[in-house]
């Protein structure tokens, strides 16, 4: 009986310590667990088997978290739920096209550091070098780098 209660616990220790490591990534109560498992069974083999169980145990439960780690990496369980998707989208950069330094405009929404602006009829994305800037405010175009508006508040 002994015996058996620690061969449940290891193979509860290995279950849960798979699914920390590649289902619910971080340490959280699957690895709490699997870790508490893992130490109660080598604890119970110790108490209940002696030194030289508790040593052979010891070495099983090692052999079978390090051994079900790789059989689990080599399997193609990993690559069923891998990502394999490449993105082929691009950065949209067609306001750059619409808007030159130097240009003037309102702010259409608040400037938050990154907001919309409008440029004679073109709403675009652009971002402040002044800090926060309010709605409706009156901004220029200070520089157009890798497709980001830079813009300032329009001096009076």
Known sequence: MDILIIIVLIIAAVILFLVELFVIPGISIAGLLA????????????????????????GISAIACIGSLILFMRS?????????????????????????????????TRLALIGNADFDGNIVEVKSMDGFLNEKTPIIV?????????VEKKKD
Do not use: P
């Open 35 to 58: 870790g508490g498992c893992i130490i109660f069974a080598n604890y119970y083999a110790f108490t209940y088997l002696g030194t030289m169980g508790g040593f052979i145990t010891l």
């Open 76 to 108: 193609k369980t990993l690559d069923k739920v891998a990502l394999k998707k490449n993105i082929t989208s691009k950065v949209d950069r067609t306001a750059e096209d619409k808007v030159k330094v130097g240009d003037t405009g309102v702010a259409f």
């Open 142 to 150: 200070s520089r157009i780098t890798d497709g980001v508006i830079m």
